[in-house]
């Protein structure tokens, strides 16, 4: 590891001005390329004391032995050299989109005299003109097969295309009308040459030009009694309309435009591309890659621009490119782009109406593409095992952590304060397991607290199911603390289940129950060195010495240990932190779901729930007659009475306990802004039940001041 301050360069070494540079390794391979507006303000900053740097930077500084820069006129010329850099060494700290040359295009090689139309993979090439990217190679397929009863196009290879040249046979395709058979002299090279235009300015999107031209010819065909041209050529226009359909419209005022999506984390980021032309989208592509230096979202989207117009010009860089972050700063990039297509390039975020729209549909894909990566590579079982092993490596535990738990806190500024408890085993979520907490023990926000209380009553209900079911050796006993009839709630073990919103217990065929009957080999806590500290603690306090314990904080991914000082730092690689990072905000998802269950039943609670004996039927018609608890509070024993189905018993009980209730303030969805005030007298809803499916969402949603 190398020492910064070795090879940082002298005051006044470094110009102030725009430029490129590079830091490269002990053996001089290039690890690392940026630019800068300011060479010499953009270097000072990585050469400062390491623990202000972010993790991934301070890593990439300490593997360097040198840096160098090249100084340029403009910000423009630093991003074209930039670019250039980056695909010539790979850096291995640059953020580097994984490649999609898989993706197939639908080509016509108009540099051939008689053009082709093919699928092509790979590099692009001078003189072919590029349609897609398409998701699949049978989608072009089926897209050309339509074209070609109008466009008939040659679509066979250069050993076929002689061979026919040489019998004077064109191919089947020439038989049934799907080709014109250039081959053998049907056509001459500049008609096939002007149709293979026509077939390219088609799926560029000009489109109604074709389908008047035909419905013209098909008229005067018709008029002149020539049905059966008249036919083919009805055959013809409903051809181009199928393949139209396979691409609907849009955006209106045949719009070109490229949308840019990206869904991030902390290790990845998805990015979607739609490509607009005509008003259609006539292409999908997406890459993932991973965050190896510390980034935004706006460079997250100028490295994704470099990607996909690179080695582009002219038209295939469309005049509007919409993102959702702008770089900093734009106008570098924004000429970059004029530069290439060679006229005024548009580059912004859409804020209304179908781009808007669109661009949220693109945002779905990204996320979606992010999920699916992680998904299969959570499915992979060699991967799994590695991720436990580098856990157990890291944590220097005995064996591998087969059954991980993790907790998280989750409040609205000290309101609704819950916790969640996930399970993964062998690497996999076992969402059975999964159980939800009421923090019981004291009111308001002291996540630490609170997190002691979790351990506690956890664990406590694991050595009462290990005595009940007879597991402890002879002579062995609870300890003093679990001896103890009040927890952190001074509620006893028996009482604490029913603090826990976990419906029926599972079962063995003996009955014997199995909530908290299996202890964990690791257990994560969502937070830094407190919580870590508070889960020990409790872990102590009930005589557990066999259960390892550490946290995950959020902000640098740092892995932090009981009684340690420093965390530990797994390589942004590691399948362990992975693992760990996905189970971290599994609880976290499955915690602030269930606040805000809680939460919306709180606004929906009416005070009518509290009367003994009135049930659903007879509250929606109190409910009905009077328009309101307000009003019916306000309502004498002999006006209740007057509602169908209610006694005067029930009337003078519903009288006291509305007397008895003091009218709240009125409660705010913070989510909406709408006052849930009791005169809705909406009905109390439940939460969701422990350890079922839950809706999608993002691990990190939060809103508000959520916890």
């Not at 008689?114 to 092509?120: A, E, G, I, L, N």
């Not at 990206?262 to 998805?270: G, I, W």
């Not at 032309?277 to 292409?283: A, C």
């Amino acid at each position: 590891m190398a020492d910064p301050s070795s090879y940082r360069p002298r005051p006044g070494e470094i110009p102030d001005s725009p430029g490129v540079y590079r830091f490269r390794d002990e053996h001089r391979r290039v690890i690392y390329v940026g630019k800068a507006k300011s060479l010499r303000q953009r270097l000072a900053n990585y050469f400062q004391d390491l623990a202000n740097l972010h993790p991934r930077t301070r890593t990439m500084v300490t593997t360097a032995a040198s840096v160098e820069w090249t100084v340029v006129s403009t910000e423009v010329e630093a991003l074209q050299l930039e670019y250039s850099w980056i695909k010539e060494y790979d850096p291995r700290f640059n953020v580097k989109y994984r490649d999609d040359k898989s993706y197939p295009y639908l080509a016509v090689t108009m540099n051939e005299e008689f053009p082709r139309v093919q699928v092509m993979r790979g590099q692009k090439k001078k003189g072919v003109r590029y349609f897609g990217p398409y998701g699949h190679a049978w989608a072009i397929r089926d897209t050309v097969d339509l074209l070609l009863r109008v466009f008939p196009v040659r679509t066979c290879s250069a050993g076929v295309f002689k061979n026919a040249a040489r019998t004077g046979r064109p191919c089947l395709l020439g038989y049934i009308g799907k080709c014109s058979a250039p081959c053998v002299g049907r056509i001459t090279p500049d008609d096939h040459w002007d149709l293979a235009d026509e077939f390219c300015d088609f799926m560029a999107g000009r489109t109604g030009t074709y389908l008047r031209r035909l419905e013209r010819q098909m008229a005067e065909a018709a008029e002149d009694m020539e049905y059966e041209r008249a036919a083919r050529l009805r055959d013809d226009i409903g051809a181009l309309k199928k393949a139209m359909e396979k691409s609907a419209v849009v955006l209106a005022d045949a719009t070109d435009a490229d949308l840019i999506a990206v869904a991030e984390d902390e290790l990845e980021a998805a990015v979607q591309i739609f490509h607009v032309r005509g008003g259609r989208v006539r292409g999908q592509r997406g890459w993932v890659t991973d965050k190896v230096e510390e980034i935004t979202t706006g460079a997250l989207v100028e490295h994704a621009l470099q990607q996909l117009y690179g080695e582009e010009s002219g038209d295939a860089v469309p005049k509007e490119v919409l993102v959702p972050a702008l770089p900093d700063p734009v106008e570098p990039v924004q000429q970059w782009l004029t530069e290439r297509r060679g006229s005024g390039v548009s580059l912004r975020i859409p804020q209304r109406g179908d781009k808007k729209a669109l661009m949220e549909t693109v945002q779905r894909n990204a996320q979606q593409a992010l999920v699916l990566h992680k998904t299969k590579r959570a499915s992979d079982l060699t991967t799994r095992s590695r991720a436990l092993e580098e856990i157990a490596e890291a944590l220097d535990l005995d064996s591998a952590p087969l059954r991980i738990e993790c907790y998280d806190i989750s409040h609205l500024q000290g309101d609704d304060v819950v916790a969640s408890m996930v399970v993964f085993e062998d690497g996999l979520a076992r969402k059975s397991e999964y159980r939800r907490f009421q923090i019981k023990g004291f009111e308001g926000q002291d996540d630490v607290r609170s997190m002691h209380e979790v351990i506690t009553r956890r664990f406590r209900r694991y050595l009462a199911e290990k005595e009940k079911t007879g597991e402890w050796a002879d002579g062995e006993d609870l300890t003093d603390g679990d001896r103890q009839t009040g927890g952190a709630d001074g509620a006893d073990v028996a009482d604490d289940t029913a603090a826990l919103t976990d419906g029926p217990a599972l079962k063995d065929d003996d009955g014997r129950p199995k909530r908290f009957a299996y202890p964990p080999q690791l257990v994560v806590v969502d937070g830094g060195q407190p919580q870590v500290a508070a889960a020990q603690r409790a872990l102590d306090e009930l005589g557990i010495d066999d259960i390892a314990v550490c946290g995950l904080a959020k902000r640098l991914e740092e892995v932090w240990l009981p009684r340690e000082d420093d965390p530990v730092v797994l390589p942004r690689t590691s399948e362990g932190l992975y693992l760990l990072q996905r189970v971290r905000d599994e609880a976290h998802r499955f915690a602030i779901t269930y606040q805000r269950a809680k939460r919306a039943k709180r606004f929906r609670s009416s005070p009518l729930d509290d009367v003994p004996g009135l049930g659903e039927t007879r509250k929606q018609a109190l409910i009905k007659h009077f328009g309101s608890v307000k009003k019916l509070r306000s309502a004498t024993i002999d006006q209740i009475c007057e509602v169908p189905g209610i006694g005067r018993k029930t009337a003078e009980t519903v009288a006291v306990a509305l007397a008895r209730a003091t009218p709240a303030a009125p409660a705010v969805n913070t989510a909406t802004g709408e006052i849930m005030d009791e005169d809705d007298g909406a009905p109390e809803t439940t939460a969701d039940a422990p350890g079922e499916p839950v809706s999608a969402g993002t691990p990190d949603e939060r809103r508000g001041q959520e916890r």
